[in-house]
Nanobody
Framework: QVQLVESGGGLVQAGGSLRLSCAAS????????MAWYRQAPGKQRELVAR???????NYEDSVKGRFTISRDNAKNTVYLQLNSVRPEDTAVYYC???????????????WGQGTQVTVSS
């Protein structure tokens, strides 16, 4: 049993900033990669940013240079800093994590419930 809970979403003006958090809890031995996805109305869910356990990152092209993903392994938490936001960033943002619950087990993938980010202009 692993739960991911996102927070920090809300309404922000174009050009502004927002910081999303996702805290994992439950049966956690180790969290491998963590990521943020987003889904706009009528669109497919897309990967926004991913961070490996040792800190390597990758970003969707449209957010490169504007968003930053980071993690605090001691807190089992991943963050997404959104800077210079645009109306097209409006979406539900979902946290994702690959979690190993015990050393003898295999990792499984988990999703948070999502947090709404709305960018106004």
């Amino acid at each position: 049993q692993v739960q991911l809970v996102e927070s920090g979403g809300g309404l922000v003006q174009a050009g502004g900033s927002l910081r999303l958090s996702c805290a994992a809890s439950g049966s956690i031995f180790r969290i491998n990669a963590m990521a943020w996805y987003r889904q706009a109305p009528g669109k497919q869910r897309e990967l926004v940013a991913r961070i490996a356990s040792v800190g390597g990152t990758n970003y969707e092209d449209s957010v490169k240079g504007r968003f930053t993903i980071s993690r605090d392994n001691a807190k089992n938490t991943v963050y997404l800093q959104l800077n210079s936001v645009r109306p097209e960033d409006t979406a539900v943002y979902y946290c994702n994590a690959d979690v190993l619950s015990a050393w003898w087990s295999t990792s499984r993938n988990y999703w948070g419930q999502g947090t709404q980010v709305t960018v106004s202009s």
